[in-house]
């Protein structure tokens, strides 16, 4: 069974940084791609960030463009997500999801999802 485990999260202030790590397991995707999500309390979930195995460029959102970078390990099949100059606004649970093919914005498409990872920016 597949299974996506998320972790990195925590308490930071604002300007700090996190890295968040995103595990999967028991999937034979040879072409696939791994996103971050993120909900924060009483907002609609919004991706952060993509990156798929045909593509080496990140996909980011406006609100992280340059302070977020989103990486794999092709042998681990894990990702990661390097958050820079965190803001209060970036307070939310990530989730780590995944897909096959390439990166699309629909969240319906993304097959496997993780637990989620409580990000909090505050001071």
């Known amino acids: 069974q597949v299974q996506l485990v998320e972790s990195g999260g925590g308490l930071v202030q604002p300007g700090g940084s996190l890295r968040l790590s995103c595990v999967p397991s028991?999937?034979?995707?040879?072409?696939?791609?791994i996103a971050w999500f993120r909900q924060a309390p009483g907002k609609v979930r919004e991706r952060v960030s993509c990156?798929?195995?045909?593509?080496?460029?990140?996909i980011y959102a406006d609100s992280v463009k340059g302070r977020f970078t989103i990486s794999r390990d092709s042998a681990k099949r894990m990702a990661y997500l390097q958050m820079n100059s965190l803001k209060p606004e970036d307070t939310a649970v990530y989730y780590c999801a995944i897909k096959a093919g390439v990166c699309q914005l629909s969240q319906s498409l993304y097959n496997y999802w993780g637990q989620g990872t409580q990000v909090t920016v505050s001071s």
């Open positions: 028991g999937f034979t995707l040879d072409t696939y791609a």
């Open positions: 990156i798929s195995t045909r593509v080496g460029a990140g």
